[in-house]
């Protein structure tokens, strides 16, 4: 209940990685970027000395719908499908590139990149396994040109050892992509979480707080009374149990939707998001605080001080913890263990 969870490694089954390095339109321009420079390249290619026999209309012409292609997909709403769907462009790409090499197979060796561009795509934007599984489509696209065209007999033997560099060059980048997203989520889980309790940390309240104030929710601070002497009493070790029990009570608690966090040392914290009512906020806190005085830990009975702010007003998430903090600071000196609501300010 509220609290976040591991995010899933990169493959099909769930839903991916929602970065915007890691959407379908993210992977979608790219290989619009690609195609754009691979028809300006190609058209800049029927420029310089050619072999005899190539015919440069021909190959202009497929660098004028490589060009246009590129302009179409970039077009698209790739905002509204999966990332996965983009690998119904491989088979356009390869399109592409075997039409160019049937009118230049007199030049056999000069689309080798084009190849190469695609599969480093590949293994940028998708899984461990994808360039191998797009091999057979390659080496179609690759063979049938030069069998068709006026290339030498030899030349389509050179897909031997060109297509397997190929798919190795992907299935390394995807590796290393792979490995770079785990990184990657590793550290914003670190940014985002509390490394004793696995609650959210203030990072993620200063995140979500600005739509709660929107929406009218509330924030409730908790405080652990006489933390300190259970540290300098009983050790830092027991004070740890004692704030993991604080943790635990909290996941327990809190409704779904809600956000349970520590905010530092023995300080706590729960976003309550709106729309809210001060009934529905009162019930919250109140079980929220019955489940703290069941906590006991090593013959330690623990009690909370809870303050509750409502998010408005100016001051943002400053102002919201300040309001909520000195509520529970009231409450402390009221003699600890109970609740008080903030004015609203």
Request: with cysteine; proline share 4%.
């Amino acid at each position: 209940m509220g609290q976040s969870q591991r995010a899933p490694r990169r493959r099909w089954s769930g839903s991916l990685l929602r970065r915007a390095s890691r959407t379908a339109r993210g992977a979608a321009l790219s290989l619009c970027v690609i195609g754009l420079a691979s028809g300006v390249l190609t058209f800049l290619s029927t420029v310089v000395p050619s072999p005899a026999g190539l015919d440069v209309t021909e190959v202009r012409w497929v660098a004028a719908a490589t060009l246009l292609t590129s302009g179409v997909v970039a077009l698209l709403p790739w905002r509204r499908v999966d990332l996965r769907w983009t690998l119904a462009l491989v088979p356009v790409g390869l399109a592409l590139i075997g039409v160019h090499n049937y009118v230049a197979a007199a030049d056999a060796y000069r689309y080798g990149a084009f190849f190469l561009l695609l599969f480093v795509w590949i293994g940028l934007w998708h899984p461990r396994g994808t360039a191998a599984l797009m091999a057979p489509f390659a080496a179609v696209a690759y063979v049938v040109p030069l069998l068709l065209g006026d290339a030498p007999a030899y030349a389509a033997w050179t897909v031997t050892y060109a297509l397997p560099l190929y798919v190795v060059t992907g299935e390394v980048i995807a590796w290393r992509s792979a490995r770079l997203d785990d990184a990657l989520r590793r550290l914003d889980a670190l940014a985002r979480t509390d490394p004793l309790t696995g609650l959210a940390n203030r990072t993620v309240l200063e995140r979500a707080a600005a739509g709660t104030s929107r929406s009218g929710g509330a924030l409730l601070y908790l405080d652990v009374d006489d933390f300190k002497v259970v540290n300098d009493t009983h050790g830092h070790a027991r004070g740890d149990e004692v704030l993991l029990a604080v943790a635990d009570a909290l996941r327990a608690s809190v409704r779904e939707g809600d956000v349970p966090l520590r905010i530092a040392g023995d300080e706590f914290a729960v976003l309550l998001p709106g729309p809210l009512d001060a009934v529905t906020a009162q019930q919250v806190a109140e079980r929220i605080g019955r489940r703290l005085s069941t906590i006991e830990v090593a013959g330690l009975t623990v009690t909370t001080s809870m303050g509750v702010a409502w998010c408005c007003g100016d001051g943002g998430v400053e102002g919201l913890l300040a309001r909520a903090d000195g509520a529970m600071y009231a409450a402390k000196e009221a003699g600890g263990g109970r609740l008080v609501v903030a004015a609203s300010g």
